[in-house]
């Protein structure tokens, strides 16, 4: 069965960085269009970035450009979100999710094109 499974999560202070990774399954992971989205409380999930075949193509949603970096390791199988500089408002459960097969298209930031969704690791901010 395909899954992806979150972790890295947890209180980190405003301005510090933390790195989310990602273990996904499937026999073909590199194929496919990898995304992070994010929910916190009381509001309706959002999208954050997304990476095709390498960083060469990847798509940020405009608050979090030049603070979060998102990569993937196809030989692990994992994808990996970078937080640098972190903010309170970015308290959130972030979720892995797995896309279609990747064309070269861009990327969606639309939730619907994405089809595999971890359970989300929570990330919690202090002042």
């Known amino acids: 069965q395909v899954q992806s499974v979150e972790s890295g999560g947890g209180l980190v202070q405003a301005g510090g960085s933390l790195r989310l990774p990602c273990a996904a399954s499937g026999r073909t992971f590199s194929r496919y269009a990898m995304g992070w989205f994010r929910q916190a409380s009381g509001k309706e999930r959002e999208f954050v970035a997304a990476i095709g075949w390498d960083e060469r193509s990847t798509y940020y949603t405009d608050s979090v450009k030049g603070r979060f970096t998102i990569s993937r390791d196809d030989a692990k199988k994992a994808v990996y979100l970078q937080m640098n500089s972190l903010a309170p408002e970015y308290a959130a459960v972030y979720c892995c999710?797995?896309?279609?097969?990747?064309?070269?298209?861009?990327?969606?930031?639309?939730?619907?094109?994405?089809?595999?969704w971890g359970q989300g690791t929570p990330v919690t901010l202090s002042s």
């Open positions: 999710t797995r896309g279609g097969l990747y064309s070269g298209a861009p990327l969606s930031q639309r939730a619907s094109e994405y089809f595999i």
